[in-house]
């Protein structure tokens, strides 16, 4: 895949595998608009009910991905070798894992439904309604886990078009069922002049709940049915045992990936803790600037993927020429995308707050916080692709290191400090946020500066 590319050559490369993840993200960012309007046209209590365990679902589904980091690893170095028998195995015990993993969590979450709300010091009039729509969202989680983890395979081997074409596909379902289940019967005016009879299932944010647990549950069987039709890659399964022999490799760079992505989602959930007792207005802010600002990292986590793969492919293909070149091409671009897409956040941060709620306190608070994290954004940008090319490469420890720390050392403890013992609000806790952005930007980048000269001699 890289074999004699120069810098200028390998664009049209690294583009070719972005696009399709950043359109992918792009249309789940569409959907958590209009879930997020949706549900905010019903009220503060039903946004802050929503967004109260959402870092929960973040801790769990970033545990999935960090068990498909493996697999990317593994399969990317053995296409960039050759060896694609090598390739299918691996494609094969990630059913195993898919299966283990998936029945797992969804035992866990739900049974743990109800009381996640508590834990999350949810106000006490909202913990029952959180604890509903959580239970709803985690039934599929065996599909949700086979949506990621063979997606990541696939993308593993360059196909970054059926996951994107998928994901496409389940959001417009996500949408199509939150019309019909989240409202009552309704007339609606077509053209101002037209009156329609649409029927609703009037669920509030069960029926939000609902459809998502239905558009996961295709999205897994979707994605699984390609990944069994894929010429290259399709699953090599004599029987359902584990194979350590590829097994071990895989989660050796799995696990500190794993458990880089537990801890610092764990973090994110007792960080959403701490927010959660500032109280409704805070809450719901939070959650509608979470979801505004999802869409501006696009860029960053389009570019995370196509580092990976190519970087794995480089490695496995023992040539580290390319992989510097690949660092030096993907490196400017990933800056100048994430310059762009700040200054649009930082412009554009009190028309976005308007599209999901009209609390003139919750927008001016959401407003706020919007515009001071605008001004990071390349800053956190950089370590995105830095990390991916280690993926790629299959060293996970470092990055494990630097997450942590900056979660635990710097966005937890000053959070704690700031709302907690000073009496601060939603403002400093996102000031803490930005201050762990900015300390990763300067790990990652000295990391990233010392193993390039040692890649050089």
């Known amino acids: 895949m890289l074999k004699n590319k120069t810098n200028f050559q390998m664009l049209p490369i690294i583009i070719a595998l972005a696009l399709p993840t ?10 958590q608009y209009i879930d997020t309007a949706m549900v905010g046209s019903l009220g503060t209590k039903a946004t802050a009910a929503v967004g109260a365990t959402e870092t929960v679902n973040w801790l769990v589904g970033s545990t999935i991905s960090a068990i498909g980091i493996g697999f990317l690893a593994y399969i990317s170095q053995a296409i960039g070798a050759g060896d694609k028998e090598r390739a299918r195995k691996a494609s094969g015990q990630a059913v195993i894992i898919v299966l283990i993993a998936g029945l797992l969590f969804t035992f866990i979450t739900t049974a743990l439904s109800g ?3 508590v834990w999350m010091q949810v106000d006490d009039d909202i913990q029952e309604m959180a ?20 997606g990541t395979v696939l993308r593993a081997a360059g196909d970054t078009k059926t996951p994107m074409w998928v994901g496409i596909i389940v959001n417009l379902i996500n949408i199509i069922l939150n019309f019909f289940l989240i409202y009552p019967t309704r007339d609606l005016q077509l053209f101002g002049k037209v009156g329609v009879t649409v029927y609703g299932a009037g669920l509030g944010i069960e029926g939000a709940a609902i459809a998502s647990a239905v558009a996961y549950t295709f999205g897994g069987i979707a994605v699984t049915y390609k990944l069994w039709k894929h010429k290259d890659i399709s699953p090599y399964i004599k029987n359902l045992k584990p194979d350590m022999d590829v097994l071990k490799p895989c989660f ?3 696990l500190p990936n794993m458990l880089q992505r537990f801890a610092t989602s764990f973090g994110y959930v007792a960080f959403a803790s701490m927010i959660n007792s500032l109280g409704q207005t805070a809450t719901a802010a939070h959650t509608i600037a979470n979801t505004v600002e999802s869409a501006f990292y696009i860029p960053g986590w389009g570019m995370q993927t196509a580092a990976a ?4 492919n480089a490695w496995g293909a023992k040539d580290r020429k390319k992989l510097r ?28 707050m308007h599209l999901f709620s009209h609390d003139e306190n919750v927008i001016a608070l959401g407003k706020t916080v919007l515009r001071m994290v605008a001004i990071s954004e390349p800053f956190y940008g950089v370590p995105i692709v ?54 990763l930007f300067i790990l990652f980048t000295v990391d990233y500066n010392i193993r390039r000269g040692r890649i050089k001699t």
């Not at 950043?22 to 959907?31: C, D, F, K, N, S």
């Not at 604890?131 to 063979?150: D, E």
């Open 252 to 254: 050796r760079v799995a």
């Open 131 to 150: 604890a509903r729509y959580f239970f709803i969202m985690y039934i599929p989680v065996l599909f949700r886990t086979a949506s990621i983890i063979f």
């Open 115 to 117: 009381k996640i709300p």
């Open 386 to 439: 830095i990390e991916g090319i280690m993926q790629g490469t299959g060293n996970t420890i470092p990055p494990f290191i630097y997450n942590v720390l900056g979660m635990w050392g710097i966005r937890i403890a000053g959070t704690f400090v700031c709302t907690r013992i000073l009496g601060y609000g939603l403002v400093s806790a996102w000031g803490c946020m930005i201050a762990h952005n900015i300390l």
């Open 309 to 312: 793969t190519l970087a794995g």
């Open 22 to 31: 950043m359109l992918e993200q792009l249309m789940q960012t569409a959907v």
């Open 325 to 352: 070149e690949l660092s030096k091409t993907i490196m400017p671009l990933e800056i100048g995308l994430m310059v762009v897409s700040g200054s649009l956040l930082f412009i554009f941060a009190p028309e976005l």
